[in-house]
């Protein structure tokens, strides 16, 4: 579980770190923070999106889907209290009109905190025990479309223009939802139950 975690944040960051301190030249502290949140959103993304995958075939990986859903929350409550910090036009300039948030950025945000409160449904139903099958469960998939919108929301603009991408390395935002439409379709139209 810790090895899955750790190879998904590394290569993240690794990914992270190329495409914008050498690709984009960010320097500084406030701008390592920036980068690192990136890696943090990524990786709490990609785990509560593999958390939808069924236990009995998580299990072949020597897996288990309640640790998985339990860390990815944990590491999303860390993306959502850095970006509360790093919330700012200076960071987040698509959030801003003005100095002031505009209204896709609440959007954005909404959508980012409703997926989290989606989340919150199963969690509570793995610290109580409920059996798999329990309908608190079925929440997280709601989550997930509500999170790839909060991604594809804040990135989308950029998905064409290739030729602005840094060493040609797609946006982060691009991979994250491409990556999660495809765990989604393996277990909606492969694995189905
Ligand atoms: C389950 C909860 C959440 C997950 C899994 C999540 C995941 C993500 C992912 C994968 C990205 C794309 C990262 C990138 O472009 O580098 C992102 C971007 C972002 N999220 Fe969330 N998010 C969540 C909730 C929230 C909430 C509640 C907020 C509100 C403060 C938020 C604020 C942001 C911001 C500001 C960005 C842009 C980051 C950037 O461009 O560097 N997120 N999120």
Redesign the pocket.
Known sequence: MKKLILTLFLTFYGY?VIRYHIGKNLSGWMEFF?VL??SF??T??TL?TLSVLPSYFLEKYKLKRRAIGTFAYTI?LI??NS??L??SEK??PK?YTHSHLNAAGWL??SL??L??LL?TIPLIASKLNFPEGHFMYRFGRY?ILL?LS??TA??FKGWLSYQDWPFYMP???LL?VLSGLLILGFRYLILRK
């Open positions: 992270a920036f949140n990136k959103a990524w709490a993304g509560l999303a993306h959502i970006s509360i790093l919330l960071f987040y959030f954005y945000i980012g905190a997926s989290i989340f989550g999170n909060h991604v804040i990135g946006p982060i935002t994250f």
